[in-house]
């Protein structure tokens, strides 16, 4: 049976390479950090690293690392169980409640992955009498997540607060009994806030629930690093926030719901990600503790990465490059076509950069790009060398 499989499985990859759409995974040798070891052609060499999203720099901080330690000494290293059976620690509790006092919110509750937190929330609050309306450029877990709901599904252009209001409209006079807008607070391809303010003026005139995945923001973004959130001063009025520790939270893996407290407890009875996989690694939860210890007094590292990020936008406009409007560190230079984005790429790493480009059907076709995410670990003299390989690397691609 598989050969005939194997065959059309073969045709789709070479339709998939011939279209310049192949996604090649690159292997380090080094510990994430602003510069990395990639193996290219069998041989290593030092580049710097402008593709993670490692925005505070603490993926390898030596007080997370020496927490993880410290934590694999004492808790172990898997609870190979889940939550409800023998899976949770002391330290699983403390994460939770540190985490909803500096979001803000009233409990959380911790997941594998956002990517689970996301597939966890819909299908337990939302039934086929309810409507979720989302932004239509949401991160794929919403997307997913939302599929495995039964509820009416409404979809708003990016952003855009009169088509919102139009789809709670809608599901208001389809009868819904509970209303859900989702939005991610940054929208990772393109580095845009959401609106939230306006977002949650509109869902309390509609009476609709607010739920923002502010995975690209939070540690960062607003004056205590809260999030978008806090950034718009609305951390009373989201309803749910989901988010990640694998990004700027010391860039592991792990997700988390911060909600409302009967939310939380009913996620904690019929949320499926989270009542069948194993618990979150203890030395996971411990270091995540360092890392919130870390961003109480991290407003250097969070004006580091900010002046980072202007200096790369600026400079980069002036050069003649197409960068997606906005102040946030996620920087997508737009190429367009696919194969070139995916060859500048070639030739950025060439030149000692390193970043990846993002084509179809990671971004909507045509709107090929290279992503570029500035971090708190760059020095100002990595982002203009950076700058300089892109100039070079543009000037070698129309030769």
Same mark, same amino acid.
């Given at each position: 049976?598989?050969?005939?499989? =194997?065959?059309?499985?073969?045709?789709?990859?070479?339709?998939?390479?011939?279209?310049?759409?192949?996604?090649?995974?690159?292997?380090? !040798?080094?510990?994430?950090?602003?510069?990395?070891?990639?193996?290219?052609? !069998?041989?290593? #060499?030092?580049?710097?690293?402008?593709?993670?999203?490692?925005?505070?720099?603490? @993926?390898?901080?030596?007080?997370?690392?020496? @927490?993880?330690?410290?934590?694999?000494?004492?808790?172990?290293?898997?609870?190979?169980?889940?939550?409800?059976?023998?899976?949770?620690?002391?330290?699983?509790?403390?994460?939770?409640?540190?985490?909803?006092?500096?979001?803000?919110?009233?409990?959380?509750?911790?997941?594998?992955?956002?990517?689970?937190?996301? #597939? #966890?929330?819909?299908?337990?609050?939302?039934?086929?009498?309810?409507?979720?309306?989302?932004?239509?450029?949401?991160?794929?877990?919403?997307?997913?997540?939302?599929?495995?709901? %039964?509820? =009416?599904?409404?979809?708003?252009?990016?952003?855009?607060?009169?088509?919102?209001?139009?789809?709670? %409209?809608?599901?208001?006079?389809?009868?819904?009994?509970?209303?859900?807008?989702?939005?991610? !607070?940054?929208?990772?391809?393109?580095?845009?806030?959401?609106?939230?303010?306006?977002?949650?003026?509109?869902?309390?005139?509609?009476?609709?629930?607010?739920?923002?995945?502010?995975?690209?923001?939070?540690?960062?973004? &607003?004056? &205590?690093?809260? &999030?978008?959130?806090?950034?718009?001063?609305?951390?009373?009025?989201?309803?749910?926030?989901?988010?990640?520790?694998? %990004?700027?939270?010391? #860039?592991?893996?792990?997700?988390?719901?911060?909600?409302? @407290?009967?939310?939380?407890?009913?996620?904690?009875?019929?949320?499926?990600?989270?009542?069948?996989?194993?618990?979150?690694?203890?030395?996971?939860?411990?270091?995540?503790?360092?890392?919130?210890?870390?961003?109480?007094?991290?407003?250097?590292?969070?004006?580091?990465?900010? @002046?980072?990020?202007? *200096?790369?936008?600026?400079?980069?406009?002036?050069?003649?490059?197409?960068?997606?409007?906005?102040?946030?560190?996620?920087?997508?230079?737009?190429?367009?076509?696919?194969?070139?984005?995916?060859?500048?790429?070639? *030739?950025?790493?060439? =030149?000692?950069?390193?970043?990846?480009?993002?084509?179809?059907?990671?971004?909507?076709?045509? /709107?090929?790009?290279?992503?570029? /995410?500035?971090?708190?670990?760059?020095?100002?003299?990595?982002?203009?060398?950076?700058?300089?390989?892109?100039?070079?690397?543009?000037?070698?691609?129309?030769?």
């Amino acid at each position: 049976m598989f050969t005939s499989v =194997r065959d059309d499985l073969r045709t789709t990859l070479d339709e998939i390479r011939a279209a310049g759409l192949h996604k090649p995974e690159r292997v380090i !040798g080094t510990p994430q950090s602003a510069t990395v070891a990639v193996t290219a052609g !069998g041989q290593p #060499g030092e580049v710097l690293n402008f593709c993670a999203n490692n925005y505070l720099g603490l @993926a390898d901080h030596p007080e997370v690392i020496a @927490a993880a330690h410290e934590a694999l000494d004492r808790w172990g290293y898997g609870m190979a169980s889940v939550r409800f059976i023998c899976g949770t620690q002391e330290v699983h509790k403390e994460l939770e409640a540190r985490l909803s006092s500096f979001l803000g919110q009233e409990d959380t509750i911790l997941y594998s992955s956002c990517f689970d937190a996301n #597939g #966890g929330v819909f299908e337990t609050l939302l039934g086929p009498e309810d409507a979720v309306i989302s932004d239509a450029l949401n991160h794929a877990s919403i997307i997913d997540g939302i599929r495995l709901s %039964k509820a =009416r599904r409404f979809r708003y252009a990016n952003r855009d607060m009169a088509d919102l209001e139009q789809q709670l %409209k809608e599901a208001t006079e389809g009868g819904a009994r509970r209303k859900l807008v989702v939005t991610d !607070g940054v929208f990772s391809m393109d580095g845009y806030v959401a609106p939230l303010g306006e977002i949650c003026d509109l869902a309390e005139r509609y009476d609709a629930m607010v739920m923002v995945d502010d995975s690209h923001a939070v540690g960062f973004v &607003g004056p &205590g690093g809260r &999030g978008t959130p806090e950034l718009h001063g609305v951390m009373d009025r989201v309803d749910i926030v989901t988010g990640t520790l694998g %990004k700027a939270l010391g #860039g592991a893996s792990g997700g988390y719901v911060a909600a409302r @407290a009967e939310i939380v407890a009913l996620l904690r009875q019929r949320s499926r990600p989270y009542l069948f996989s194993n618990t979150l690694a203890p030395v996971i939860a411990a270091a995540s503790l360092k890392v919130l210890d870390l961003l109480e007094s991290a407003g250097d590292l969070r004006e580091r990465l900010r @002046a980072n990020t202007e *200096l790369f936008r600026t400079r980069m406009t002036a050069e003649g490059f197409d960068i997606l409007p906005g102040d946030h560190a996620i920087a997508p230079v737009m190429i367009g076509d696919a194969s070139e984005a995916g060859r500048m790429a070639e *030739l950025l790493l060439d =030149r000692g950069v390193y970043v990846i480009g993002f084509s179809y059907p990671v971004v909507p076709q045509g /709107q090929a790009r290279i992503r570029v /995410q500035l971090s708190a670990a760059h020095s100002s003299d990595d982002v203009n060398r950076a700058v300089d390989a892109f100039v070079d690397a543009r000037a070698a691609l129309r030769n």
